[in-house]
């Protein structure tokens, strides 16, 4: 214990330092009252992020695209800027954790290639890394279409399992069963990562990322119901690893169940989601769409998981990513406010979308 407290002391007081920053429900209710746009970019320019976004925000037609790069960079810089508190004995699993901004660039290659969207829009939506990666980002953009972009992949592995979903891919004629193939292979690498770590560091990180793997399973499993796709190509896509908090049983049971409110109520007495099964099983009652609200709900529970962290002595590695995960939600929640604004959406539809940190 006192070796964890010398080793993550200067982390924690950083880490919560900056969660007393994030936006609370106070901040959000006002932003959302704002009367429209060039309202909300008075109020932003009394926030951290005037420094960020304020320049596009003054625009009459900002720039949607440019804003979205600013914020996700600044999200980036600030991982930067704080991992060199992590002690030699995490450093490894940080390093592949910011990995996952080089495979979402990768899975928007891939989404764009299979759309025929002009790559020059993707490029501005893309995450500047370190050199070596954006060389190979950069060399990507060179591919035709898909099946070139996968041959072009400078790992190996990683070519070999987009490689073996090409075929669910031509099938299906949906991106989809890449983009799990490309999920599947980043937690496959942060999970043995994990498994290095030792004592507290390992057992609040894979609870963390254990619950955040679980809900993605769920969501894969319950929206491919929607697609009617089969059982066989739907275990294809799961991110199988040790981190996954629902046993093999058990995804085998929902994954062979005949309908979603079954399913659900599988998920409610047999797997540690409870409650998002409840609210699941609420929307059939109320006659809404099934999955209504599935990502908000999800989302919450990772959230609440993040914020349980903060609640004890965190002398572990787990602050570290449960602070950029509340992070990430303040950066889709302000996102949302923007758009909801611009568009004109009413106060209590901007609310209904936002997942408090």
């Not at 925000?57 to 979205?68: A, G």
């Not at 769920?218 to 066989?232: A, C, G, H, Q, Y």
């Amino acid at each position: 214990m006192i070796r964890d407290a010398k080793d993550y002391g200067s982390l924690n007081v950083h880490m919560r330092a900056q969660r007393m920053e994030l936006f609370t429900a106070g901040t959000y209710n006002l932003l959302v009252s704002a009367t429209d746009f060039s309202n909300l970019s008075q109020m932003l320019a009394n926030t951290k992020y005037n420094d960020i976004i304020g320049s596009e925000m003054v625009k009459t037609y900002p720039n949607l695209i440019e804003i979205d790069h600013r914020l996700t960079q600044n999200f980036v810089d600030q991982y930067n800027l704080y991992r060199k508190f992590i002690p030699k004995r995490a450093i490894g699993f940080v390093n592949v954790l910011i990995k996952i901004y080089y495979y979402n660039n990768v899975k928007l290659l891939l989404a764009a290639l299979h759309n025929k969207d002009r790559l020059e829009e993707v490029n501005e939506m893309l995450i500047t890394l370190n050199e070596t990666e954006n060389a190979e980002i950069q060399e990507m953009f060179k591919a035709r279409n898909v099946e070139t972009l996968v041959e072009m992949m400078p790992n190996e592995d990683l070519k070999k399992i987009l490689n073996s979903a090409l075929g669910d891919y031509h099938y299906l004629d949906l991106v989809y069963p890449l983009i799990f193939a490309t999920d599947q292979y980043y937690y496959n690498m942060l999970c043995i990562e994990i498994t290095k770590l030792s004592r507290e560091d390992q057992r609040n990180t894979k609870n963390l990322f254990g619950t955040r793997i679980g809900l993605q399973n769920l969501e894969i499993i319950l929206r491919s119901k929607t697609f009617d796709v089969s059982p066989n190509i739907v275990k294809n896509w799961l991110i199988a690893t040790k981190l996954c908090p629902l046993r093999k049983d058990i995804l085998e049971k929902l994954i062979q169940s005949l309908d979603l409110e079954t399913t659900f109520n599988i998920i409610k007495e047999e797997t540690p989601f409870r409650e998002l099964a409840i609210r699941l099983l609420d929307n059939i009652e109320k006659e809404l769409p099934p999955l209504h609200n599935f990502d908000q709900y999800a989302e919450q529970i990772v959230i609440h998981k993040a914020n349980s962290i903060f609640r004890s002595a965190s002398f572990n590695v787990s602050i570290f990513p449960a602070f950029f995960l509340l992070k990430e939600m303040e950066i889709r929640n302000l996102r949302t406010i923007i758009l909801g604004k611009i568009h004109k959406r009413s106060a209590n539809e901007i609310l209904e979308r936002i997942v408090l940190v």
